[in-house]
């Protein structure tokens, strides 16, 4: 897969919808939470797809799954990101729990991007 492929994906579109929202509602945190939640929140979203890019632009299969995996595992991060900052009421429980569900279906995007890697 080459790099220009992954941003004609529809797990790379999708979630660079999700970091854009990220970055909106984060601007509505605490100012105590710029280099706490904020910042490990924008990391963790804009990961995602740097590390499907990355992966798309190396040579071979083996670290194409290896990018792959990083991206879910930022994803999982987000998310956990998600659960605390409702918890805490920086972000209402709807608009959590959708971002929660499109990650979880990212998750699942992404597993197939695996699966068709082999």
């Not at 492929?5 to 509505?28: F, G, P, S």
């Not at 963790?44 to 890019?53: D, E, G, K, P, T």
């Amino acid at each position: 897969m080459k790099v220009h492929d992954i941003e004609n994906l529809n797990t790379y579109k999708r979630m660079h919808d999700v970091a854009i929202e990220i970055y909106r509602l984060t601007e509505k945190f605490p100012k105590d939470e710029l280099y706490g939640l904020v910042s490990q929140m924008r990391r963790a979203a804009v990961s995602v797809n740097s590390s499907l890019m990355e992966g798309g632009s190396r040579n071979g299969t083996g670290e194409y799954r290896q990018f792959i995996g990083i991206a879910r595992g930022s994803a999982s991060e987000l998310k956990y990101q998600i659960i605390i900052s409702k918890d805490l009421g920086y972000i209402l429980p709807e608009k959590a729990d959708n971002l929660i569900d499109e990650l979880n279906q990212l998750g699942k995007m992404m597993t197939g991007l695996l699966e068709k890697a082999d």
